[in-house]
């Protein structure tokens, strides 16, 4: 029971930490830049909450143990969950949902191969190389380099990729 | 985030029940998944795999990306007082329901561990919920709150306004653990 539930409580959290992310976005194009500021903070400690029940759960090992468990969940979304949400949501007509499914699906494809091609490299030894990482902050797709002109999932411009 | 980008989001729709239950689950996926993702970025930069931390934070980013499209989809992501209600809401169940129920079985269980853990969220979700009520009330007037760091304490989570005191009010941790906002 205290396993379910200090599962239950990492759901919470990490979702918590999320919603405070987006709504902190939103205060900060209100015009409330402190009130965003308020927002992102307690999304750190939802965060911190996160971690703790986790680490408490045995859920993070080493790097290889984490990049298999990542690859594991990716791998998961892509032959499993987001295609059956899809033909749910397609049944059902709510193309909303069938677009923020789509972005998901397809940003998983690239994270399951980048964390294979990772996780390849670790088994040796090896860090990656220094090579930035781009993520569209619209659709999530990511790639290792240079961003494209456009997003080629979700058409946005390329100078809006946020590097890492 | 410009209006060109905002186009290119989706947006909020009435939703069949089943396709709602799924975006549901979905949100919880990638916000567990981003969650994980930076815990992995701090273990890879302790085993001097600093790249593969970029990676995992890269990463982590992109499935925030995916938890917000999802949410709202689903209607969740309303103006600053709306969202400042909702927060305080979410705060105030974990404090008054959740987190006191978890503890009880916890200790049931003699669980140490995982009754810390619980606690030091319980102690830090009350923190929350006052922030929460008192940004309300302004922002329902029209009003941010005053400018002035947030601080938040990385083990357990403990967040104030101000000062900050020499050791960590709930876990004792040394005000150097205090990260700043």
Same mark, same amino acid.
């Given at each position: 029971?205290?396993?379910?539930?200090?599962?239950?409580? &990492?759901?919470?959290?990490?979702?918590?930490?999320?919603? %405070?992310?987006? &709504?902190?976005?939103?205060?900060?194009?209100?015009?409330?830049?402190?009130?965003?500021?308020?927002?992102?903070?307690? !999304? %750190?400690?939802?965060?911190?909450? !996160?971690?703790?029940?986790?680490?408490?759960?045995?859920?993070?090992?080493?790097?290889?143990?984490?990049?298999?468990?990542?690859?594991?969940?990716?791998?998961?979304? /892509?032959?499993?969950?987001?295609?059956?949400?899809?033909?749910?949501?397609?049944?059902?007509?709510?193309?909303?949902?069938?677009?923020?499914?789509?972005?998901?699906?397809?940003?998983?494809?690239?994270?399951?191969?980048?964390?294979?091609? $990772?996780?390849?490299?670790?088994?040796?030894?090896?860090?990656?190389?220094?090579?930035?990482?781009?993520?569209?902050? /619209?659709?999530?797709?990511?790639?290792?380099?240079?961003?494209?002109?456009?997003?080629?999932?979700?058409?946005?411009?390329?100078?809006?990729?946020?590097?890492? | 985030?410009?209006?060109?980008?905002?186009?290119?989001?989706? @947006?909020?729709?009435?939703?069949?029940?089943?396709?709602?239950?799924?975006?549901?689950?979905?949100?919880?996926?990638?916000?567990?998944?981003?969650?994980?993702?930076?815990?992995?970025?701090?273990?890879?930069?302790?085993?001097?795999?600093?790249?593969?931390?970029?990676?995992?934070?890269?990463?982590?980013?992109?499935?925030?990306?995916?938890?917000?499209?999802?949410?709202?989809?689903?209607?969740?992501? @309303?103006?600053?007082?709306?969202?400042?209600? $909702?927060?305080?809401?979410?705060?105030? &169940?974990?404090?008054?329901?959740?987190?006191?129920?978890?503890?009880?079985?916890?200790?049931?269980?003699?669980? $140490?561990?995982?009754?810390?853990?619980?606690?030091?969220?319980?102690?830090?979700?009350?923190?929350?919920?006052?922030?929460?009520?008192?940004?309300?009330?302004?922002?329902?007037?029209?009003?941010?709150?005053?400018?002035?760091?947030?601080?938040?304490?990385?083990?357990?989570?403990?967040?104030?306004?101000?000062?900050?005191?020499?050791?960590?009010?709930?876990?004792?941790?040394?005000?150097?653990?205090?990260?700043?906002?």
């Amino acid at each position: 029971m205290t396993a379910q539930n200090i599962a239950a409580a &990492f759901a919470g959290e990490s979702q918590a930490s999320q919603k %405070y992310l987006a &709504f902190a976005d939103v205060a900060a194009a209100e015009g409330y830049p402190n009130v965003a500021r308020l927002f992102r903070a307690v !999304a %750190y400690a939802e965060s911190t909450h !996160a971690r703790n029940h986790l680490s408490v759960l045995g859920g993070i090992g080493t790097t290889a143990e984490n990049l298999r468990a990542a690859w594991g969940g990716e791998t998961f979304e /892509i032959d499993e969950m987001y295609p059956a949400y899809d033909a749910v949501a397609r049944m059902q007509e709510n193309d909303s949902a069938r677009t923020s499914i789509r972005y998901a699906l397809n940003a998983e494809i690239d994270h399951q191969g980048i964390y294979d091609a $990772t996780l390849r490299g670790v088994e040796g030894k090896a860090d990656l190389d220094g090579t930035p990482v781009r993520v569209c902050p /619209i659709c999530g797709h990511t790639v290792i380099g240079d961003a494209p002109d456009e997003c080629p999932q979700c058409g946005t411009d390329g100078a809006f990729f946020k590097e890492y | 985030m410009d209006e060109v980008m905002e186009r290119r989001l989706p @947006g909020a729709e009435d939703l069949h029940a089943m396709t709602e239950a799924s975006l549901k689950a979905a949100f919880a996926g990638e916000s567990q998944a981003a969650e994980k993702y930076m815990v992995f970025a701090e273990q890879a930069d302790e085993e001097g795999l600093p790249n593969i931390a970029n990676l995992f934070r890269a990463i982590s980013f992109a499935e925030t990306r995916h938890a917000r499209n999802h949410l709202r989809v689903m209607g969740g992501v @309303g103006t600053t007082a709306e969202n400042l209600k $909702t927060a305080f809401e979410g705060e105030s &169940f974990e404090i008054d329901e959740m987190y006191p129920a978890y503890a009880e079985i916890a200790r049931l269980q003699a669980m $140490t561990q995982a009754s810390r853990s619980i606690r030091y969220a319980q102690r830090s979700e009350a923190d929350h919920k006052e922030m929460y009520a008192a940004a309300r009330a302004k922002a329902m007037a029209g009003a941010d709150i005053e400018a002035g760091p947030v601080s938040v304490c990385l083990i357990c989570g403990h967040t104030m306004i101000g000062d900050l005191p020499e050791k960590c009010l709930v876990c004792g941790a040394p005000k150097e653990y205090y990260r700043t906002f």
